[in-house]
């Protein structure tokens, strides 16, 4: 009796966790679907081509944030567990600052110091990039360092390490042909969580006159009534595939730790 | 001049000497093991060998070359770590040969010597298969073969087989044995377990609290213990507590049962009580004949383990004697109560200069990580 209202209870939750996440989308599904006639909003969306160029902008600024990022953040965290774990409380709490520090102060400050002399980034088209590539990176911090923290803690990178170099590798291919390895699921993730920050983004790419994914949806909520709705769908979709992709290269396992079982 | 030498190697982690005034030489071939319990600096050894830690002073040698504040990836050494530490993304023929790899060997060569290899260890048909899908066993049998594959000067095994059981330890130390034998590569295997080292090496070192308390062959390091440590923490012993009678005769009374030593004991005097150890193995029911030491007690326990029957005995004096032997089903094992004489040579006493007590409190309080600072064991005799 006690087991059946157990696996009641676990369906009511179930069911409302189901409706919180859902009802949001079913309910901007049913408002693009009132434009006139029927699915006009999604062929409006998509044909226009600032759709699909801020699009594609955001994700080319995506990509690069993410390899920025990993190339910074993978040799960190690898550094801190390895050779100075006592700094790792101190590396956490450097990672979290983004979420004390709104962007909109990030992006003045950086706006400030690189708008002029010695360092104009802001004059040209690709300083400007440059600098919302710099500014993701910081925004994407938190998320890309616990990843990549995680599955450094999965692996011994201790013992792999101190194999690899008794067989005669150096620093850099421990870290491209023994650590990344190792680490896929987590790059993954942390990969595919900062694309979803980068296309959902706003305040710093709006600041920056950067033609992003971001200010384009909020333009268009200003000048269109349906098709907005319509654009957070498929902005939705792509994040759902990003989710699955990740999903589907996690699948192979073939690098399951079990380092230190006895069978 | 050996082929690896230590000399005056030492090394402290902040006010912790981990390891102090460590002098090895070892010939080519050669296999030595680094005994010890937790905390007595072996793995720090080791670890200054392969080059993970560097010593704060002292030299280490190879064949003749400096190799002190080499990165470990310079060394030439091979390594296997207890956690296995198997790369999970390759499979065991590119695990094996990895370290080929690194030095940009031809594939040929490579492949030949991964299959070499794994015909060594008895796997050559798991090379496709990955760490995961591997026992423990074959796990370390490949971590073995990939440290080898790079044709190490020295190998360094720490605690291989810890993290096996008690069968495929016993099972795998002969193969790394036999393997090591053939390849005649020089080997330093740290263990605490004492059974591994003295089945396994041709020389073993006792360490205690960073120092070396005795290097031997297996033989010397059971048989004649140069410390009270070494002939506590190797093998069992029956300590028993004794009066000296007369100093200069070597003679020692326990519990008013006088016993003759095989040495005078110069530094003590009729007053001082001093504490004789006793290998079980040499203690006998029988009464040996000659001039053999005789002690009267009761039969306290006789505990029948199949091939053995461990009898322990309370000697009149209140002291406790254990001891094993063979079973034999045509031979009377004693009874509870029954009244016996075991007999034992004097060259088989050992004198110790620190209390059995004492040592066993230091060992466990140094492997709950409290290091006290007591002094190793001074010379013991028989």
Known sequence: MKRRRGGIAWWLVFLLAVLYFFLPLVATLDFALKAKPPFSAFTNAVQDPKFFSSLLYSLVIGVLTIVASLSLIVPTAYWVQLKVPRARSLVEFVTLLPFVIPAVVLVFGLIRVYSQPPLPFTHTDIGSSALLVAGYIVLSLPYMYRAVDTGLRAIDIRSLTEAAQSMGAGWVTIIWRVILPNLRVALLSGAFLTLAIVLGEFTIANFLARPAFGPYLNLLSQQKAYEPAAVALISFGLTWLAMIAIAFIGRDTRTRIEIGGAH | MGFLELTHVKKAFGSFTAVEDFMLSAEPGEFVSFLGPSGCGKTTTLRMIAGFEYPDSGSIKVDGREITNLPPNKRNVGMVFQAYALFPNMTVADNVGFGMRIKKQPKVAIKKRVGELLELINMPEKADRYPYQLSGGQQQRVALARALAIEPQVLLLDEPLSALDA??????????????????????????????????????????QGRIEQIGTPFEIYNFPATAFVATFVGTLNALHADVVDAAAGIVSIGGQQIRLARPLDRADHRKTVEIALRPEIITLRDAAGDANRLTGTVDRVTFLGSIVRVRIVLDGGDVVSFDTFNNPHLAVPADGERVTVSFPPEACLVLDQSVAEIKAAVAQAEDGLLPGVDSASDIRP
Do not use: F, N, P
């Not at chain 2, 193969?175 to 004492?194: A, F, M």
């Open chain 2, 167 to 208: 069968k495929i330890r016993v099972s795998l130390r002969t193969e790394i044995r036999s393997i090591q034998r053939k390849l005649g590569i020089t080997t330093v295997y740290v263990t605490h377990d004492q059974e591994e080292a003295l089945s396994l090496s041709d020389r073993v070192v006792v360490m205690s």
